[in-house]
């Protein structure tokens, strides 16, 4: 069995999900100790305890000290399963972070996988659901992952009852990805809110498209509230921005309490032309998610990063830990880099045959 402290590099959620990620598609049992000792409230909170739920089913895993609290886990995978699954993470806690650990897992099931998930679609620290519809899996499918993912009813701190359904199939492998300098033809996005007044949504997406415009992006925004069937459980606001072209990259604002909507939409379109600026392929953020898929790829990745994280960094060492993967970080924490990663080619067994 594979121990891992999990007070390294960042010592948060990042490692726990990784490392998990990993055991499950590798078949190799892990316990981690000094689960987010780096936290200032460690162990397991719901979303976390949600995720390494979600993944044990999908490949009916024995597990130890999965509870609320907990600072040490035992996960030991078995065969990784297709078919249905609904995970309900119970608090607004992120869909997003859920489906980055469980995504790669059912890519090397047997067959598809649907999985249902509830909980926040648009919450702190995390990126919201559109963001991983437009930016972070357009780069998986750039990989040969095959998923699509869509937002049925939007979830917002602090109820949460969001309704995410992902459909994923099997995949023989992943490939690599490159790209060193950006080509950004425009830029899109979406402005919604639940639960608040249209003019909200409307007032971010203008903001934004103005400042956009200034910077000379074309800009196209949409604007969309749900249905009364579809209203959240709170109220709340988001808006997602995207560059358009050869670029990962993409940026968001959530509404806040006593915070002009104009302020919301004009800071978030700010923050992605600055990442657009670098000329950087892939944003702070999406880094993260593309760690792990190019440590399975059969072959060398190399991409640009508008800005190095901790974030990321710790990605990178649990890769080199637990993939056993050679990783070239350039540039340092805070500042632009490149990141080059050769990956370790791994196959799904049950398409092995396939070419």
Not at 89 to 99: E, V
Not at 310 to 318: G, I, K
Not at 335 to 340: D, F, L
Request: charged share 20%; hydrophobic share 40%.
């Amino acid at each position: 069995m594979l121990e891992i402290d999990g007070s390294l590099m960042e010592g948060g959620g990042q490692l726990l999900r990784m490392a998990t990620t990993y055991s499950a598609i590798f078949g190799v049992p892990i316990r981690i100790v000094n689960v987010r000792a780096k936290r200032n409230q460690p162990g397991l909170k719901p979303q976390h305890l949600t995720t390494l739920k979600a993944v044990a089913e999908l490949c009916a895993a024995e597990t130890k000290g999965l509870k609320v609290g907990s600072v040490e886990v035992e996960f030991k995978p078995n065969r990784l399963r297709s078919g249905c699954f609904e995970f309900d993470i119970g608090t607004a806690g992120s869909c997003s972070l859920l489906l980055q650990c469980a995504a790669p897992v059912a890519a090397f099931a047997d067959g598809p996988v649907k999985i249902r998930v509830r909980g926040g679609t648009a919450v702190r620290w995390s990126p919201p659901m559109t963001i991983v519809q437009h930016v972070v899996w357009v780069g998986l499918r750039k990989m040969g992952f095959q998923g699509e993912v869509r937002v049925l009813r939007d979830g917002y701190y602090p109820k949460g009852g969001g309704l995410v359904e992902a459909n994923i199939k099997p995949v023989r492998g992943f490939k690599p990805i490159t790209g060193d300098v950006s080509f950004v033809t425009g830029v899109s996005g979406l402005s919604t809110c639940g639960g608040l007044p249209r003019h909200i949504a409307e007032r971010q997406a203008e903001s934004a498209k103005a400042l956009l415009l200034e910077e000379g992006f074309d800009a196209r925004i949409d604007v969309a509230t749900p249905g009364r069937a579809a209203e959240p459980m709170s109220p709340g606001s988001v808006i997602c921005l995207w560059a358009e072209g050869d670029a990962l990259i993409g940026d968001d604002g959530l509404g806040e309490r006593g915070k002009p909507a104009e302020k919301v939409g004009a800071e978030a379109a700010q923050r992605l032309v600055h990442q657009v600026k670098t000329g950087a392929y892939v944003d702070l953020h999406t880094a993260d998610n593309l760690i792990l898929p190019c440590s399975l790829a059969s072959g060398t990745s190399s991409f640009t990063v508008s800005r190095l994280t901790m974030h990321t960094l710790t990605a990178v060492e649990v890769a080199k830990m637990v993939a056993g993967v050679k990783i070239t970080v350039e540039g340092t924490e805070g500042n632009q880099g490149k990141i080059i990663i050769e990956g370790r080619g791994t196959v799904n067994p049950r398409l092995a045959d396939q070419v």
